[in-house]
């Protein structure tokens, strides 16, 4: 894991500000989802992407029924159908 050297405090209601030159490098724009995860005494916050529900991979994925399906998958299911 990389330091940025940047420490910020967070304040009453838990909320952290990430810097904007953090947001600029990750392509974080307002109102965009992270995802929390925790890996040990670790608090890691990645950009959310969906990804397919059968693949897992997040590249060309679309919404089908409220479900993230890749293109790949979409076009083996149809092979299969």
Not at 52 to 71: M, P, Q, W
């Amino acid at each position: 894991m990389k330091s940025t050297g940047i420490v910020r405090k967070v304040d009453e209601l838990g909320r952290i500000v990430l810097p904007i030159e953090l947001r600029h490098t990750l392509d974080i724009e307002p109102k965009d989802a992270l995802e929390i995860y925790v890996d040990g005494p670790n608090i890691i916050l990645r950009k959310y992407q969906p990804a397919c529900i059968f693949c897992d991979d997040a590249g060309d994925v679309v919404s089908f029924h409220n479900k993230n399906v890749c293109l790949s998958c979409i076009r083996q299911l149809s092979k299969n159908g």
